[in-house]
C-alpha cells in the first residue's frame, strides 16, 4: 500500500509539471535494485513484451549509455521524467536547462545520499553542499593555479616518456600487443597526480629499483594505493566490520589496502603538520600542505603552547582536532582521497579511450602528428616549454582529440543533481515554463547532450556518433563558426540569481576560462559538460587537460598506435605477404571488434570505462604503420 501510495504521489507531480514522463515499478538507483537487477530483469523479461516495453529497458543501470540520445528524440523533448515509487528523475539534454540547473546551486542542490559513499576517509569538497561545501571549496581550491600546472605538464611529460618506454622498450622497438592499455593510462595518471599533488614519485615496472616496504608497513605506497582503487567498490559498498573480519580474501585484499593507505596518508599529514610547525615551506602543488594550512593550522597555532592547536596525540599519533582547526583531521584525509580519486581514473579513461580512437581513425592521428610537428618542430622533450606549447596544443587537433573523446565518452555520464524536499523548482524549457517536482532526483545527460543535433556541428546522424575531431577545427570559409572570446562570458544573470550568489560568497573557482580552446568550435554554453559547468564544476580541470595534452603530445609525437590484428593473422605474415585486399579484411575486423566493445563492453562504476572486453593496441614508430593509410569505411 505504502509502495503504491508513493507511487501515485510521484505520478500526480508529475502530471502537473508540464514535462513529459512515463512510469517504471522500480525505481533504479536504489541500492537493493542496482546489486541485485540482475536476477531480476531475466524473470520481467518473461512476462508479455506489451506490458513492458516501455520501460524495460530502464531499469538496466546502463541505460544512459545504451540508449544514448535515443529516449529524448522518440519522446520528443530534450528532458523528460522517469516515475516509480520510489523517486521522480529527471534526465536532462537540453542545455538552456542544464545552465539554469548549474547556476542555480541552492535550488539544484547536490542528492548528498548518492555521494555519502565518498566519505570513506571523511567529509569532502565533493561529498558535501551548502556553507560546508563552500568552506572545503575555499580551502581546497588554491593549489590548482596557473604555476602550479606547470608541474602537472613537466610530470605528465615525464610520466608519460615512462609509459612509452614501458611499452617499446629503451630501444624504441615496436610495442607488439598492448592488452592494457587502460590499466597503464591508470597508473600514469595516479603518478600524475601523486607526484604533482603530493610529492610522492612512484616508478613504472621497468625502472623500480625494489621500492623496500618501509617500516610499519605491510605494503608499499603504491602497492597499497593500487590496490585500493582496484578494489574501491568493494571498500565503498562493505560495512566497515565485515572488510574487518571478513574471512574472504576479496575483502582481507581490500581491507589491508584500505588501512595502508590510511597509515601512509597520517603519516604524510603528520609529516606536514612539523614541516607547517618548523616554519618550512615546500614549493608545488602541495595538495596536503594547502589542506593543512587551509585548516588553520600555522607554526605559530603550533608551537603555542596554550593554544588548542598543540598536538595532543590520539592513538594513530595524529594530534586530535582541536576545535578551532578549521578542517577536521577526518576531512583533510577525506580531501585528500577524494583529489586522488577523482583526478586519477578521469583522466586517465581520456587519455585511454583517445588512444583507442586514434587506432580506429588514422587519418584523424595523421592529422594530429602533423599538427604536433608544427608545433613543436624537432625540440627534445626537455625543452618543450609550458607557456609556449600548451596554448597552441589546446587550440590544434590535439585538443581537437581531447574534446571529441570528452564530448563521445564523458567520464560521468550523468551528473546528479536533486530538488530539494517539497519545493518543486521551474525552469524554462524550450521556451515553455516547466516545474521540476519537489525531492525529484536529476541527471544532467552528458552522453545524451553531447549527441543532442542541435548543438553540434554534422554532417549525418551517424557523424554525430562517430569520433570525428575535425569537427572542432574551425572552418575559416564559415565565419559562424567563429566565437569571439566575448561570447563565452557567462549569460547575464537575472537579478535574483545575483542577489542569491552574492549572499552565498561563492569561493572563485581556481579557474573561470571557458573548456575549450577559443581557436576551436565554441559548443553552445550547456551543451559541453564533461567538466560539469557553474559552481560545482570539476575544480581539477586545467589539471586534467593540461596531463591529457601532454600525454597525447609525447606519444604521437614519435610513434603512432595501430589495432592489433595478431588476433586474425600472424605478424611474419602481416609483414612479408599480406595483400592490402588482406589487410583491409583484418583492420576491418579489428576495428568491428572494438565498435562492439565501445557499445557493449562499457560499464559505470565511478567513471564509465570499458569493463567487459579489451582492445589490443599497438605502438609503432612513425613511418613503421601497417595500416597508417587506412580510412574509415563510410
Ligand atoms: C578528464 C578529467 C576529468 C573529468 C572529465 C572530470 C569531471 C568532473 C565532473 C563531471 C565533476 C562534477 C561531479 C559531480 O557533480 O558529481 C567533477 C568534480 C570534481 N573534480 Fe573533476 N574531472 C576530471 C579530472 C579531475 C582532476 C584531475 C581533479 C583533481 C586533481 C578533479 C577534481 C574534482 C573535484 C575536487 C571535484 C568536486 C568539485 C566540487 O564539487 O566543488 N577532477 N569533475
New binding site residues.
Given amino acids: 500500500i505504502h509502495t503504491y501510495r508513493c507511487f501515485q504521489t510521484n505520478l500526480t507531480a508529475a502530471k502537473q509539471s508540464g514535462l513529459k514522463y512515463f512510469c517504471t515499478p522500480f525505481y533504479n538507483f536504489n541500492r537493493f535494485w542496482l546489486v541485485t537487477h540482475q536476477l531480476w530483469l531475466p524473470l520481467l523479461n518473461l512476462l508479455p513484451k506489451q506490458w513492458t516495453e516501455t520501460w524495460i529497458d530502464y531499469l538496466q543501470p546502463e541505460f544512459i549509455w545504451s540508449k544514448l540520445y535515443g529516449t529524448f528524440e522518440n519522446i520528443g523533448s530534450d528532458a523528460f521524467l522517469i516515475v516509480s515509487p520510489g523517486a521522480n528523475t529527471l534526465y536532462v539534454a537540453d542545455a538552456e536547462a542544464v545552465t539554469q540547473i548549474t547556476t542555480r546551486r541552492n535550488d539544484f542542490p547536490?542528492p548528498l545520499g548518492m555521494y555519502a559513499i565518498l566519505d570513506l576517509f571523511g567529509k569532502n569538497?565533493?561529498t558535501t553542499e551548502g556553507a560546508v561545501?563552500r568552506h572545503h571549496?575555499k580551502i581546497?581550491s588554491p593549489p590548482f593555479t596557473e604555476r602550479n600546472n606547470h608541474l602537472v605538464w613537466t610530470e605528465s611529460l615525464h610520466q608519460a616518456q615512462s609509459m612509452l618506454t614501458g611499452w617499446v622498450g629503451k630501444d624504441g622497438q615496436e610495442s607488439g600487443a598492448v592488452w592494457d592499455v587502460a590499466a597503464q593510462a591508470m597508473r600514469l595518471s595516479l603518478h600524475v597526480?601523486s607526484r604533482a599533488?603530493f610529492g610522492v614519485r612512484l616508478q613504472w615496472p621497468h625502472e623500480d629499483s625494489q621500492t623496500q616496504v618501509p617500516e610499519g608497513h605491510t605494503l608499499t605506497y603504491k602497492d597499497a594505493l593500487s590496490t585500493l582503487l582496484e578494489n574501491i567498490i568493494v571498500v565503498l559498498l562493505t560495512p566497515r566490520w565485515i572488510l574487518t573480519h571478513s574471512p574472504l580474501k576479496l575483502h582481507k585484499v581490500a581491507n589491508e589496502a584500505f588501512v595502508e593507505w590510511g597509515k601512509y596518508m597520517r603519516e604524510m599529514y603528520r609529516a606536514k603538520r612539523a614541516e607547517v610547525q618548523s616554519g618550512e615551506s615546500r614549493d608545488g602543488m602541495d595538495l596536503m600542505g594547502a589542506l593543512v594550512k587551509g585548516a588553520g593550522i600555522t607554526t605559530e597555532s603550533l608551537n603555542d603552547s596554550t593554544s588548542s592547536f598543540s598536538p595532543e596525540k590520539n592513538p594513530n599519533g595524529i594530534p586530535s582536532s582541536p576545535s578551532k582547526q578549521l578542517l577536521t583531521d577526518e576531512e583533510i584525509l577525506g580531501n585528500a582521497f577524494?583529489?586522488i580519486l577523482?583526478?586519477h581514473e578521469?583522466?586517465a579513461n581520456?587519455i585511454h579511450f583517445s588512444m583507442l580512437f586514434l587506432a580506429m581513425h588514422p587519418a584523424s592521428q595523421r592529422r594530429l602528428q602533423t599538427d604536433l610537428d608544427a608545433i613543436l618542430g624537432s625540440k627534445p622533450l626537455s625543452a618543450w616549454d609550458y607557456d609556449e606549447d600548451v596554448p597552441k596544443l589546446f587550440g590544434s587537433m590535439c585538443g581537437a582529440v581531447m574534446n571529441e573523446e570528452?564530448r563521445l565518452i564523458?567520464?560521468?555520464l550523468g551528473?546528479?543533481k536533486s530538488t530539494p524536499e517539497g519545493k518543486p523548482q521551474g525552469l524554462t524549457l524550450d521556451g515553455k515554463y516547466v516545474t521540476v517536482p519537489g525531492s525529484c532526483n536529476i541527471t544532467l545527460n552528458t552522453a545524451a547532450l553531447h549527441r543532442n543535433p542541435k548543438y553540434w556541428p554534422h554532417t549525418s546522424e551517424q557523424d554525430l556518433l562517430t569520433f570525428r575531431p575535425e569537427r572542432w577545427l574551425r572552418d575559416p570559409r564559415h565565419p559562424q563558426h567563429q566565437h569571439p572570446e566575448e561570447e563565452q562570458k557567462p549569460k547575464p544573470r537575472s537579478a535574483n540569481e545575483k542577489e542569491a550568489e552574492a549572499e552565498e560568497q561563492e569561493p572563485e573557482g581556481p579557474d573561470t576560462r571557458p573548456d575549450t580552446s577559443a581557436s576551436l568550435h565554441r559548443p553552445p554554453r550547456g551543451s559541453y559538460i564533461?567538466?560539469?559547468d557553474g559552481h560545482?564544476?570539476?575544480?581539477?580541470?586545467r589539471?586534467?587537460q593540461i596531463e591529457?595534452l601532454a600525454v597525447l603530445a609525447v606519444i604521437f609525437k614519435t610513434y603512432s598506435v595501430e589495432l592489433d590484428v595478431s588476433e586474425y593473422i600472424s605478424d611474419a605474415e602481416l609483414k612479408t605477404s599480406a595483400s592490402r585486399d588482406v589487410k583491409t579484411a583484418v583492420w576491418g575486423k579489428a576495428r568491428a571488434e572494438s565498435e562492439r566493445l565501445l557499445r557493449e563492453g562499457m560499464g559505470t562504476i565511478i567513471t564509465v570505462q570499458m569493463r567487459r572486453g579489451r582492445v589490443p593496441l599497438r605502438f609503432v614508430r612513425r613511418g613503421e604503420e601497417k595500416f597508417g593509410d587506412f580510412e574509415v569505411p563510410t
Fill in positions: 547536490k569538497v565533493v561545501w571549496r581546497t597526480i599533488g577524494v583529489f577523482a583526478g578521469t583522466a581520456t570528452l564523458p567520464p560521468v551528473i546528479p564533461p567538466f560539469s560545482r564544476s570539476c575544480l581539477g580541470r589539471f586534467a591529457i
